[in-house]
């Protein structure tokens, strides 16, 4: 077949490997027939419900061709089509699809491939106009075997936060996604369980989602009010269905949860459970023992093996566990401390780890996969001997959904490959998604919108994931893993996965954002979201405040003459993107995935502008405040409009957000948004000056984020990161 790569419509992503339009279009009307071959085992029920979503008012079943859709296997396609797919890389998911005016027919030799070919043709299908379906010729496979997103379920819920995004969802909006990532063909969610248990678990009710009290903003009064909160999933129960649904399109569910850490609510309403902290570390200010419980407990451990007894008896093909996230100290208990005292902190961790995959893996059924994210702290370069020590040690069916990103140009990635074997690695450090939620929802997208001095420090972006999945593909690992934690204003993170995954070196960087932008938007605004996203700036609430302690992935301060410029440059940009979305706003008609993505973007854009403009009168004050003769008008002038631009940033968040405050579940006051803490440090540089008026409110708590503790070490790595060569995702004779 003489097929081509030129000119693919953004219709379709990811891209196929051999593809070329014909002459002529399939005109099917409002019904279709459709033949399937008994030998793939494809669901009649699957391949009714995704043509009738696609607008097809009557769908007839027949036994055999001719069928003006015809999906056909071994034996029953051409020879030739046989033996070109059986020379496929992973041939068990390859298929062709063939668009003509006569019908359409797919050929795979398994039910995977066969699948694959159906969601190409039904992304194909939704181009089509009122001449009906361009005719095509498309042969295709993947480039790694598995393609992995983890969003999530619930995330430190009931520790740092009750819940946002999809977190929120009931089923039907779970459905939709599935119906995205089947389309975009994944073949599996790593669905994120932190926190309280977002199921019934009769045997401990007491740590799961329900009746949760939560402070969410009221517009109409102005102020808080306490509501109960309970998980979508315990109110309308959807999550066994959701697994079914999506494992008849070809998609595993894995369940992703801690280890001994975030395991259900147990640690809050059984706080004798957690892990001790000695009165030295007590002492030295360390308060994060919240999470992760004493393994040495021997009702702890009982608990979370009937913990992960549930999970699997829900229906879910796998569990991913993670390690606590502490690096610096372990369980001071003296059972801990006569079991592990001997050993350093870490290492007393992954002691622990190995023990409790070893009970679970005696309550799990053979078929489900295990994973395991650990050895994660620093140093990040380990010594060779120490990570095959730990090799030996890890139970031989346990995979890894975490190994090493660019570190060390990619040579701490390839020791893991030699000691591990690529067929144990299903994921590596790819969580820029996961750094954009943990941000507080701000658009960390792409290092072209942070300044110079943060790109030598800044490597958790999309670019960064990108070239974390080509490293995994030509490398030849199992799969590929990208953290979705954050879905709305960064479906790109998801794209990114679908399309490395598939057809992993057809776009570079920006190819990619302009054939992704256009996929989720349509030609015209396509173009608008791309430039949008090439200059959206990325800006933390603590960046704009000197005071504050640095947030770990984002450590640098706009504070000074030359950061004022900076900050001017942002403002610029922030009014330029929020005119492009003005015009993509302006579309008479967007689809749902469309607005969503329009809407998140306007709203962090909006935030984004909020955030520059406190900070550039904040800038402006302390300047006016330096001056030889400091104007008391001028000062009052700056000093009010810092605090009116920060206030704004924080309404936007309270009106449009449902879980926006800190939270005291734990006993440590934990929470995601930091302006009212900036607020309260500008109130505390004015009063000094501008007298008591401007006195902060001291019932504001200095919180900590949730997912920033533990992770100060990269104040020290992130530069050395940010300036690693993937090595891993060089092809030979291949410039990059």
Excluded at 30 to 58: H, M, N, Q, T, Y
Excluded at 439 to 463: C, M, S, V
Excluded at 531 to 556: D, K
């Amino acid at each position: 077949m003489d097929l081509t790569r030129e000119n693919i419509p953004s219709t379709l992503l990811p891209t196929p490997k051999f593809f070329a339009v014909k002459s002529g279009r399939f005109q099917p009307g409002r019904a279709i027939g459709v033949f399937l071959d008994p030998s793939l085992r494809l669901s009649e029920d699957v391949v009714r419900a995704e043509l009738e979503k696609l607008g097809f008012e009557e769908v007839e079943m027949k036994s055999e061709p001719p069928a003006q859709l015809a999906v056909l296997g071994k034996g029953a396609m051409p020879s030739s089509h046989e033996q070109e797919l059986s020379g496929c890389r992973f041939p068990e998911q390859a298929y062709s699809l063939c668009v003509s005016p006569d019908g359409v027919t797919i050929c795979a030799l398994d039910t995977k491939g066969a699948l694959h070919g159906f969601a190409t043709f039904l992304q194909w299908a939704e181009r089509a106009d009122e001449d009906g379906v361009a005719a095509v010729d498309i042969v295709d496979f993947p480039d790694i075997e598995r393609r992995i997103i983890s969003p999530t379920l619930t995330w430190y819920a009931g520790f740092a936060r009750a819940g946002f995004g999809t977190q929120l969802w009931y089923g039907e909006d779970w459905q939709r996604f599935i119906d995205w990532c089947f389309r975009h063909k994944i073949t599996a969610l790593n669905i994120v369980m932190y926190g309280f248990w977002p199921f019934e678990f009769p045997e401990y009710p007491e740590t799961v989602m329900r009746d949760i009290k939560v402070k969410t903003w009221a517009p109409e009064i102005n102020d808080w009010v306490e509501v109960s909160f309970t998980h979508p999933n315990l109110n309308k129960p959807f999550l066994e269905d959701m697994i079914r649904y999506a494992n008849a399109r070809g998609i595993d569910i894995y369940a992703y949860i801690g280890m001994n850490s975030y395991s259900g609510g147990y640690p809050v309403v059984h706080p004798e459970s957690r892990s001790v902290l000695s009165p030295e570390l007590k002492a030295s200010g360390h308060v994060n023992n919240y999470d992760s419980m004493c393994t040495s407990r021997e009702e702890v451990r009982k608990y979370l093996i009937a913990s992960v007894k549930r999970i699997e008896e829900l229906g879910f093909n796998g569990l991913v566990f993670e390690e606590s996230e502490e690096v610096q100290w372990f369980c001071q208990c003296e059972e801990c401390q006569r079991k592990y005292g001997y050993l350093p902190p870490n290492d007393a961790k992954h002691s622990v780890t190995v023990e409790m995959l070893g009970e679970y893996l005696k309550v799990l059924k053979p078929e489900t996969v295990v994973g395991v994210r650990w050895l994660r702290e620093p140093p990040i370069v380990k010594d060779r001997d120490y990570l095959q020590m730990w090799k030996e040690r890890l139970p031989e069916r346990v995979v890894l959904f975490w190994a090493p990103g660019l570190e060390d140009d990619d040579r701490e990635f390839l020791k893991w490959i030699d000691i591990f074997g690529r067929e144990r690695i299903w994921s590596r450090n790819c969580e820029g998604s996961g750094f954009a939620a943990s941000l507080g929802r701000i658009p960390y997208l792409i290092p072209d919108t942070f300044p110079e001095n943060l790109k030598n420090y800044a490597f958790q972006h999309l670019w960064n994931d990108i070239l974390q999945f080509q490293g995994a593909v030509n490398t030849n690992c199992t799969a590929i893993n990208g953290y979705g934690f954050e879905w709305y204003g960064h479906e790109l993170y998801f794209l990114a996965t679908a399309q490395y995954g598939w057809d992993c070196w057809h776009f570079d960087n920006y190819e990619f954002l302009a054939h992704a932008a256009r996929h989720l938007h349509g030609e015209t605004n396509g173009a608008l979201y791309e430039e949008a996203i090439l200059n959206v700036p990325c800006i933390h609430e603590t960046q704009i405040c000197p005071t504050l302690p640095s947030f770990p992935f984002m450590p640098n301060k706009y504070v000074g003459e030359e950061e004022t410029r900076y900050l001017e440059h942002c403002l610029m940009a922030a009014e330029r993107v929020l005119n492009l979305l003005k015009l993509i706003g302006q579309s008479s008609a967007m689809s749902r995935i469309q607005k969503e993505n329009w809407e998140a973007t306007l709203l962090m854009t909006r935030r984004m502008r909020e955030v520059i403009l406190a900070g550039l009168y904040y800038n402006r004050y302390l300047m006016e405040k330096a001056s030889p003769s400091p104007d008391a008008a001028r000062l009052r002038e700056f000093a009010l409009a810092a605090l009116r631009h920060a206030e704004e940033d924080y309404r936007l968040i309270k009106e449009h957000y449902f879980d926006s405050r800190e939270h005291h579940w734990t006993g440590v006051a934990i929470g995601e948004y930091y302006i009212p803490i900036v607020i309260n440090e500008y109130k505390r540089e004015f009063a000094d000056v501008l007298g008591p008026e401007y006195a902060p409110d001291e019932s504001i708590p200095r919180m900590v984020g949730g997912e920033s503790l533990p992770w100060e070490w990269l104040l020290e790595w992130g530069p050395r990161i940010a300036a690693a060569k993937a090595l891993a995702a060089q092809r030979p004779g291949v410039a990059r």
